[in-house]
């Protein structure tokens, strides 16, 4: 439990129904983080319109009625009604304890066990990662550490674009290349793939060839399939050292690609249509789902199957939602994809939930993210004006932070020095995404998200190297027990460190990674309040320095364990 806060709301709504009477168990405490105390119980505003009292009347009868032993050491009626509460040190420095020997920071596992999909990264084979597949990778990992540390089980599925049209020109073009075109030599997935384009744009014979290649690829010629699958892994070996460099825990087997579902697809429809749910339209088959209609108000309907015969995007969603829930017993699904895509999933959803595949409690969701920004407020490119290449923003930050790192700390092995800087400038571009509010475009500024100060990750782990220097420093082991809450700044540090475990409860619901970041930065500023005012190695007794030593401890656990939640890094020297 650990968090005093949970702690709080049970001895309050215990005062409230001694105090009311059983029919008011429900109603909510409402306790809240407060400026003038530890907790404030809010509780008696809205009750007091309820029992048509005075509020203040109404929070004196809860402090009669509250059984503060061992919480709560004092309260104070403020303004209209609220209650200012402080709690016990005994009880503070107890769960702080607590926090560090649990080795989950105090996350406790929960009640409801979901089987969670989540679908990110997704990036379209042949073709280079963008900036655009950073931000799925980067949030969808973030949640699915998140949501794996509350205790679910998480099923990550790399939604990989494998399938479908343009493997016909690819192809093709891989023959061409003969021998040294091998799955080896693809050296730059986009110089292959734009050769063949434009080959295809340029070449009848070509094209007629790639048209042909596809339709072998679709019945299955094995001969086909077998270049097919070059380009699949040649791609696959670009994800792979992209994922690697940036931390992202996908791995082979978390592939599920558009050519997963392929063989699924004549059943989908199939069971659609004998629902009444997808119906010939223009000689294309269609699933019209409630609710959506185009330009001029006509019904917007996902194609299931085109004139020609052949199956798109859409019929593969359709199909992956229905493996998801019925195959992987799914209970929530999520989708870390651009905002682009909201009508698409949105209408996905629906046709599911129209198909009967989805219902009540399981649930899909959109997790959707805007665009990064260069620092003209467009959509970031190169000055040639391409997409920015994903592989050579990363080498870029960590140059970028090796150097910074070198500048200040100019004695570090060069072995060292390389990982460190790797941590720092990796681990600065993951920050930069997952603290702004992801619904937003941010703008991409390396100054910004490579400083050692504000609510940056240089700083964050900076945070987390310091307390691990002075914990050297210390060369003492540190005992958790020792923990005595007696300066304010140890108290502000204590409650600090015991909201960790809603915060991740509260991210994993939410899907709001930036609130983590939020609070880990508040942390960290708790800290440095802490570290200013009540001196650790220098403390004037015994007592004080082991206590002080294990507040700091617990400290670093928390930012190191919050950080990897984000899937970042914490060095313990920089
Ligand atoms: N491959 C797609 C793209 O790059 C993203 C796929 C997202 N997932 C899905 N189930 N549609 O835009």
């Excluded at 407020?377 to 080498?395: F, S």
Aim: aromatic share 6%; proline share 5%; glycine share 8%.
């Amino acid at each position: 439990m650990s968090d005093p806060a949970v702690l709080l709301g049970e001895r309050f709504r215990a005062a409230i129904v001694s105090a009311f009477g059983p029919e008011y168990a429900s109603v909510d405490p409402a306790i809240r983080p407060s400026s003038h105390a530890d907790f404030q119980a809010n509780a008696a505003l809205g009750l007091a319109k309820v029992l048509k009292r005075a509020p203040r009347d109404v929070a004196t009868a809860i402090v009669m009625h509250l059984d503060s032993e061992g919480v709560v050491e004092s309260t104070e009626l403020a303004g209209p009604g609220f209650i200012n509460i402080r709690l016990t040190s005994a009880l503070l420095s107890d769960e702080v304890a607590r926090v560090s020997a649990g080795g989950t920071a105090g996350l406790a596992p929960a009640a409801l066990v979901e089987r969670v999909v989540i679908d990110y990264s997704s990036p379209n084979v042949a073709k280079e990662m963008h900036v655009g597949h950073l931000r799925s990778s980067v949030i969808g990992d973030a949640l699915a550490r998140v949501i794996e540390a509350v205790g679910h089980t998480v099923i990550r599925q790399n939604h990989l674009g494998d399938w479908g049209t343009p493997f016909g020109m690819l192809i093709e073009h891989l023959l061409d290349g003969g021998n040294e075109a091998d799955a080896h030599s693809i050296r730059d997935l986009n110089v292959f793939y734009q050769a063949a384009r434009a080959k295809f744009d340029a070449e009848p014979a070509f094209a007629d060839r790639a048209r042909g290649r596809v339709v072998l690829l679709q019945g299955g010629d094995e001969a086909t399939l077998v270049l097919w699958r070059q380009l699949v892994s040649a791609s696959r070996v670009h994800f792979n050292a992209l994922y690697r460099l940036l931390g992202v825990t996908l791995q082979d087997e978390d592939i599920a690609g558009e050519s997963l579902f392929n063989p699924m697809l004549a059943e989908v429809i199939a069971e659609l249509e004998a629902k009444g749910q997808c119906v010939e339209n223009d000689g294309a088959k269609c699933v019209f789902v409630p609710g959506y209609t185009g330009r001029d108000d006509t019904p917007l309907p996902l194609i299931a199957q085109k004139q020609d015969g052949g199956y798109g995007y859409a019929t593969t969603d359709l199909a992956a939602i229905r493996y998801r829930l019925q195959t992987l017993a799914a209970t929530r699904i999520l989708y870390v994809v651009g905002a682009p895509q909201t009508q698409h999933l949105a209408m996905i959803r629906d046709a599911a939930i129209h198909a009967g595949w989805l219902t009540p409690p399981a649930r899909a969701e959109h997790v959707a993210f805007g665009s990064v920004l260069g620092s003209d407020g467009k959509v970031l490119r190169t000055r040639a004006g391409d997409n920015v290449r994903l592989i050579e923003l990363l080498e870029e930050g960590v140059l970028r932070a090796t150097a910074v790192v070198a500048e200040k700390n100019p004695e570090l092995a060069p072995d060292e020095r390389a990982a460190i800087g790797r941590a720092i400038g990796i681990g600065a571009i993951k920050y930069a995404d997952l603290s702004s509010d992801r619904v937003k475009d941010y703008v991409f500024d390396w100054a910004r998200m490579l400083a050692f100060e504000g609510n940056t990750g240089p700083y964050l782990q900076y945070a987390h190297a310091r307390i691990c220097s002075i914990l050297r420093k210390a060369n003492e082991k540190v005992d958790p027990s020792a923990v005595q809450i007696i300066a304010p700044q140890e108290r502000a540090l204590a409650l600090a460190l015991l909201a960790y475990p809603t915060v991740v409860s509260d991210v994993a619901a939410s899907l709001a990674p930036h609130r983590l970041c939020g609070y880990l930065y508040e942390l960290a500023t708790a800290f440095s309040a802490f570290y200013q005012n009540c001196p650790v190695l220098k403390a004037a007794t015994p007592e004080e320095r082991r206590s002080r030593l294990a507040l700091s401890a617990v400290t670093a656990t928390v930012l190191a364990r919050g950080l990897g939640l984000l899937g970042i890094e914490a060095p313990e020297k920089m």
